[in-house]
């Protein structure tokens, strides 16, 4: 599977999370919604896995966890985004929710 490196932003005030990731030359951006309200979050130490560059497209669903010092998040269609998180969190939680991509 490949993988590339990025970073992600996680504001608590609208429970949104943006990830973003340079994948040949082209920059790929996911916004996230969760479900809940998390704490805010920074990591430039996250990856992307995924199986064809064609999954980064449209609104997809998620689910996964943020812990203490890191985070995975699964969407529908298989790619995974995963961190170390910059600092701990107080707590861990498991999330949910949908995020759009976007391409630049």
């Known amino acids: 599977m490949p993988s590339a490196d990025g970073i992600i932003n996680c504001t608590p005030e609208n429970r949104k999370l943006t990830a973003t990731f340079l994948i040949d030359g082209v920059i790929y ?5 969760f479900a809940s309200s998390l704490p805010a979050f ?4 996250a990856t992307i ?3 064809e560059v064609s999954q980064l497209t449209s ?3 998620f689910s996964g966890y943020i812990s203490f010092s890191s985070l995975e998040i699964k969407l529908g269609n298989g790619v995974v985004v995963s961190g170390i998180l910059g600092s701990p969190l107080q707590r861990g939680t498991v ?3 949908w995020g759009t991509w976007i391409l630049n």
């Open 49 to 51: 896995t995924y199986d």
């Open 29 to 33: 951006m996911i916004f996230a919604n």
């Open 59 to 61: 609104t997809r669903s």
């Open 42 to 45: 920074t990591t430039n130490k």
């Open 95 to 97: 999330v949910s929710g």
